[in-house]
């Protein structure tokens, strides 16, 4: 147990160090990790509801925060190239997101030309119904993805490798609360990149 703790430390200051020196990702993780938490009490009495919030608000505030404001020039302060980082990414690199964010993007066009999902449901008679009914394939997706990851990391990598980057995935609302609540208040004084990191390496 103290290295599978040991290695979650480590996935947690990596992913943080390479990619999150911007304080609009970090105010936006801070944003989705709120979100999720309001995602994670709604599985308990309605999932389908967990996964509307999940996707529109956290997964789409999270990923904006990495694709737009996020630096992609050489990472002086790790000594890393964006391509370096890009290619040791142990979960979902900006490649991975982009085909999993478009496979939640088409998806509900998927349910619209086959409501019934090839017999798997009943198709939708409302508006409602139906925006219900993208929910729950939401809801399947986002746990396709984590498990089909995984499950990946297993085979590239090994089980424990898998299993800390799916624990630190679904724990990573609780950390990024204690990470990056303070930082719309350093965007507010003008400060965009987390300065903080490089005194972090260097001591």
Do not use: C
């Given at each position: ?11 947690r200051?990596?992913d943080?160090?390479?990619y999150?020196h ?6 936006l ?6 979100s999720?938490?309001?995602?994670y009490?709604?599985?308990?009495k309605?999932?389908?509801?967990a996964?509307?919030i999940?996707?529109?608000v ?7 925060g ?9 990472d ?5 190239s964006h ?6 990414k142990v ?16 998806s509900p066009l998927?349910?619209l ?11 939708a008679?409302?508006w409602?119904e139906?925006v219900r ?6 809801l399947?997706l986002?746990a396709a993805g ?15 490798t898998?299993?800390?980057w799916?624990?630190?995935?679904l724990t ?6 204690r990470?990056y609540?303070?930082?719309p208040?350093?965007l507010?004084r003008?400060e ?12």
């Open positions: 147990m103290k290295e599978f703790l040991r290695a979650l430390e480590i996935q200051w990596d943080h160090r390479y999150h911007s304080r609009i990702n970090q105010s993780h801070f944003v989705s990790a709120l999720f938490l309001i995602a009490a709604f599985m308990f309605d999932p389908v509801m996964a509307l999940g996707w529109l956290s997964m789409t505030t999270r990923q904006i990495h694709f737009f404001f996020e630096p992609k020039d050489y002086e302060v790790n000594q890393a391509e370096y980082k890009e290619q040791i979960g979902y690199n900006l490649r991975r997101k982009v085909v999993l964010m478009g496979l939640w993007a088409v998927l349910l030309a086959e409501p019934s999902m090839f017999g798997l449901i009943e198709p008679a409302t409602g139906f009914d993208v929910g729950t394939l939401w399947a986002g984590l498990l089909f990851r995984t499950v990946q990391l297993f085979f590239i990598r090994d089980v424990q898998g299993l800390v799916m624990t630190k995935i990573d609302p609780f950390n990024d609360v990470l609540w303070r930082a208040l350093y507010l003008g965009l990149i987390d300065r903080s990191i490089a005194q972090q390496l260097h001591r």
